[in-house]
T-cell receptor
Framework: DAGITQSPRHKVTETGTPVTLRCHQTENHRYMYWYRQDPGHGLRLIHYSYGVKDTDKGEVSDGYSVSRSKTEDFLLTLESATSSQTSVYFC?????????????FGPGTRLLVL | RKEVEQDPGPFNVPEGATVAFNCTYSNSASQSFFWYRQDCRKEPKLLMSVYSSGNEDGRFTAQLNRASQYISLLIRDSKLSDSATYLCVVVNSGYSTLTFGKGTMLLVSP
C-alpha cells in the first residue's frame, strides 16, 4: 500500500463544466503522475510533477491542467469537460523497488462526461 | 513501430497450465523494465521487475533480452487467481516516465 488516495472515486458531469480530481499521498514522495486509461489505448500520461509547483506535460495533456501546492496533493483539472475525457483516471507516485524506480497507483477515478 | 507492444489477448488456459507473455520495446536506450498486473476495474499493481539476468518470484519468471529488445513473463502452474491483465512497462528517461503496453488478458479456467 503506497498510501495514495483519489477523490472522488466516481463522478458524472456535463459537457462544458469544470472538474477537479484530487490525488493525495501520505509518504512524502517527490514525483507524482496523472494517467488516463481507455480501452484500446492503455495507460497514457497526462501530466506529472517533480516537486511542489514543478509540473510538466505528458503525452495527452491537451484539455488538462494540474497544480501541486503541497507535496501531498496533486490536482488534475478539466477546465471544460468534453465527452472525449470520459475515462478512468489514475494517480501514481514514484518509489524504489528492487533498486529501480517504478510507480505505484491510486485506486482510480471513473469520470463520465455526458 | 509502437513503443511497447504486447501479445494480443485474451489467453484462455486451464488451471495448472504454463503460459508465457511476450513484449517488445522500440527504444534501445530504455533503462528499466517491469511487469504489472491489473485486475478488472482496479489499479495496476507492480508484479515484478525484469533484470537482464532473468529473475524468478515463485511461479513467475521474467526475462529480458536487450539485444532483441524483448521481455517475457512466464507463469507456471496457473491459478484461477492469476486471471488478470498483464502490462509490460518500460522506463525510458528521467523523472521515471513509464511507457505501458496495452496489456494482455489472461483467463484461467477450472
Amino acid at each position: 500500500d503506497a498510501g495514495i488516495t483519489q477523490s472522488p472515486r466516481h463522478k458524472v458531469t456535463e459537457t462544458g463544466t469544470p472538474v477537479t480530481l484530487r490525488c493525495h499521498q501520505t509518504e512524502n514522495h517527490r514525483y507524482m503522475y496523472w494517467y488516463r486509461q481507455d480501452p484500446g489505448h492503455g495507460l497514457r500520461l497526462i501530466h506529472y510533477s517533480y516537486g511542489v509547483k514543478d509540473t510538466d506535460k505528458g503525452e495527452v495533456s491537451d484539455g488538462y491542467s494540474v497544480s501541486r501546492s503541497k507535496t501531498e496533493d496533486f490536482l488534475l483539472t478539466l477546465e471544460s469537460a468534453t465527452s472525449s475525457q470520459t475515462s478512468v483516471y489514475f494517480c501514481a507516485i514514484s518509489a524504489p523497488s528492487g533498486g529501480q524506480q517504478t510507480q505505484y497507483f491510486g485506486p482510480g477515478t471513473r469520470l463520465l462526461v455526458l | 513501430r509502437k513503443e511497447v507492444e504486447q501479445d494480443p489477448g485474451p489467453f484462455n488456459v486451464p488451471e495448472g497450465a504454463t503460459v508465457a507473455f511476450n513484449c517488445t520495446y522500440s527504444n534501445s536506450a530504455s533503462q528499466s523494465f517491469f511487469w504489472y498486473r491489473q485486475d478488472c476495474r482496479k489499479e495496476p499493481k507492480l508484479l515484478m521487475s525484469v533484470y537482464s539476468s532473468g529473475n524468478e518470484d515463485g511461479r513467475f519468471t521474467a526475462q529480458l533480452n536487450r539485444a532483441s529488445q524483448y521481455i517475457s513473463l512466464l507463469i507456471r502452474d496457473s491459478k484461477l487467481s492469476d486471471s488478470a491483465t498483464y502490462l509490460c512497462v518500460v522506463v525510458n528517461s528521467g523523472y521515471s516516465t513509464l511507457t505501458f503496453g496495452k496489456g494482455t488478458m489472461l483467463l484461467v479456467s477450472p
